[in-house]
């Protein structure tokens, strides 16, 4: 059975460490936000610009901090943080199936792989020579596990990831469905007009905590690893190219492509779509925008962006046509500041005389 | 045998309720443009800018209006919609392999999965509890279904799909290879720098007639779900965050991103490239061009573009090179302007005197 | 035994045709870059910026050009092209497990597909009718080669590769995992507001030395073939819409988009996360910088680029802010111009008079 529990809000205010406010025997079975929440329903007031929604809402109980609490006459649990009590407690709530320990007899392991036996391996999954499964990871069904590759304690895989070989992986890492990590970058020495492949010897270095999103792609080194740092989180379809390395708790949202080489730091933000060029770094703490292009180095914390505003395709047409115009137009205004000087000056010249 | 049937001209002007001028004996075994068909080959005229091509084709037969046929001296179907005519004739010509109803002996079902029996599920196939596969859809090879996911009839998941737990999916829809519905999304909240993962409990809803490209990825809601509606149209590479909303009959050019809790109305059309942030709102009939990067609500119907147009690289550097200069080229034209207001007082107050 | 074997500087200088310069019995197991070498490692030096770390290398021994010879103290192996020599030794040192002919008996292999004895079908995977796979083809585990498809010799499929049917695939190509070649395009006839789709009857047409990164996809072709010519080199994420023409030699870095029916030349370079609209022409000898966006042809050899250089978000508001007054700004300037030249010419009076 999947569904999670009920609990009550006194068992919720003990588990969360929370002053409950309220009836404590109200039942909870799930979360939802403040407008959509049901009497079953935990809520929670995170950003103030909800706050209007308060009033209304039918949840059976609110995580709300204390100065939200005051005027509230619903049920309510009062943290220091509410979204950081709603992120642990989601997982409470959470359906997806929690695989048994033990290999699916349709898995094909290498006789040379190490599989702890608290770990799950699903059906179809393919395990090559030399790899190392540690205490209860689960590895969902038809993934792929190349050569020597490493996953640490608790780690996840979706199902229908792939691992090329020598991929080392630390602890509690999640990878999303369809994620690649080690393939071949692109690699190639021209040799009068024609590409020469250049085979990929490093490995991947994946740090603690990490989490990967969907058809996420990460290239192994050329000829050292390919660095992902302790709690790094990757959101879907993020390219990381060979040898880039991401300092610690850097954070990319979906689309993100990084070229070869690239050092990010740490606690740095990259929303959806940006691109870096090869060759670059970018120090701690930067942020830079949605579908920025980053072609040069990052060197002091702060937030970037590139790009043009969204207009009408009429305005966006002019906009375009006068940017190609726009040479021209500093040499008019050159012009005109110079003809502009000789006529204040002869026009003193005149007043002189 | 899956070569498709020949067919003669009479049958076809029978089939598609054309009108057939010319010889209703030419038989016909394939589909090709004006320019490339063949005398076996059927072809059409949909767009104007390839009436060229009429008097020249060497196609056994050709769709066409009625106001295109006058001059025409070949064999013709005369139709109102030759597009339309062109695509549904078309999948009468499709060779894609259809697999035979039943259980291929390798996949590895549930025992609590219902798989309607006129269902079709190919090798390497993982379905997981509670799963509802219904009549006459065809699951393609090496597929995965999560746990409680429905597949409405006539559903078509390509080889290698993944739907993870909790997905609901229409009727007649299809899914291209390496697709992922139903991922985790980026839900994550920082706590002293470090980023913790928030359990998405939500699911994903498709609509009846959704089509869903390669590599595509779709993340189930945080909370209640994402919602795909129907006739919404998916090109490849397509990312749709957490808890998006997408309006009947949108249809997505490839390597579109969408931020998440973004709702995008009915009847748009996103070009390929485009991305959007998240929380916003796109009303119905919009349509966005190619790569245009979308910060704000789009409030009325209508087109809408973003970015520079392409230039040679040594103009682009001289574009890029004034943009940073732009805010001082303003600054000396207001300063122009006080200067020249200054000499036209002056020329005034001389000739006053 | 997967580790490579240690080879001495006389047996590399034999291999390469170099000339040796230092100690012969230096035994090489690896391959660094100069900062990273260790003694057992041959370094290179490619490009003169990193001649800086030649001195303190501890590399076992350098590929070196002559000219860069001279001045040098520690082992060296002279070439004409370091990079390429090093590109070719690399694959003497790639750790990739090479799979020994034959079939894995968990692969399900239709009875009318004809697999070479010298090839090698991983676990999992699944080969339907008619395929041909050709000599020393290695197909990796869990991927699908669709109806009718063809792998010429010494190909290589990574695991989790999909080939849909009708897809034709030259010599020594190698794809990389999650690929898609051959997906149903985004073919779709508009009637009355709702999407018919329209079936995708051509195929894919690949050439000989031809590479294919993570995640790409490549669209089947409509009516004739999608075709990707000799030695065409595409990165991790590129997708390839249907008809596209890709011409030889041409190489396209990660996330590039290219839209349906477009032509693009040969020895062309195209960067990362460039896109491409359809039904247009670029011609040989082209070069793209990243992120552009592509919306004519491309009729000139050279470099093109679109987009606006990053900055600081404070100054990029500024910018924004500018471009939408730009238009007006035209106007000032056009109207400073007129009042300057009525003021030039009336003084021009005055003095006359």
Redesign the interface.
Known sequence: M?QPDTLTLIQLAERLDARLQGDGNQRIS????LQ?AEPQDLSFLANSQYRKYLADTRAGAVLLRESDAAGFGGNALIVA?P??T???L??H?????KAAAGI?P?A?IAASAHIDPTASI???V?I??GVVIAARVMV???S?V???SHIGEEGWL???V?L???VQIGKRV?I???A?IG???????N?Q?????????GGVLIGD?V?I???T?I?RGA??DTVIAN?V?L???I?I?HNVHVGE?T?M???V?I?GSTRIGR?CTIA??V?M?GHIEVCDHAFV????????SITEP????????????AD?????A??????G??K??QQ??K??AD??S??ADSSDA
Chains 1, 2, 3 share one sequence.
């Not at 393939?183 to 020495?189: D, I, K, L, R, V």
């Not at 966006?316 to 375009?320: D, G, V």
């Not at 006068?322 to 040479?327: E, G, V």
């Open positions: 999947s799930g979360l939802a936000t959509q943080d979204y950081l709603y992120a642990r989601s997982h709530f959470d359906r997806k199936p699916h349709t094909v699903g059906a179809g393919v090559e020579d969902g069904a038809q792929f190349g050569a020597r979706a199902p229908r792939t090329y070989h020598d999640s999303q469905s369809g690649v393939s071949e970058g692109f690699g190639f020495a040799n007009g024609q590409w020469e492949k250049i085979a990929q010897i905590d989490d999103g969907a058809n792609t290239d000829l050292s709690g989180k959101d879907n379809q390219q190219a708790h954070a949202a979906a689309c492509g070229s606690h959806g779509g691109g060029v925008t949605g579908m920025t292009m980053v072609t040069r702060g937030a970037y962006s590139s790009g043009t505003a969204m207009q009408t395709v966006w047409r002019k906009s375009a006068r940017l190609r115009q726009l040479d137009l500093f008019r205004v005109l500041e003809q502009l006529v204040t002869s026009a």
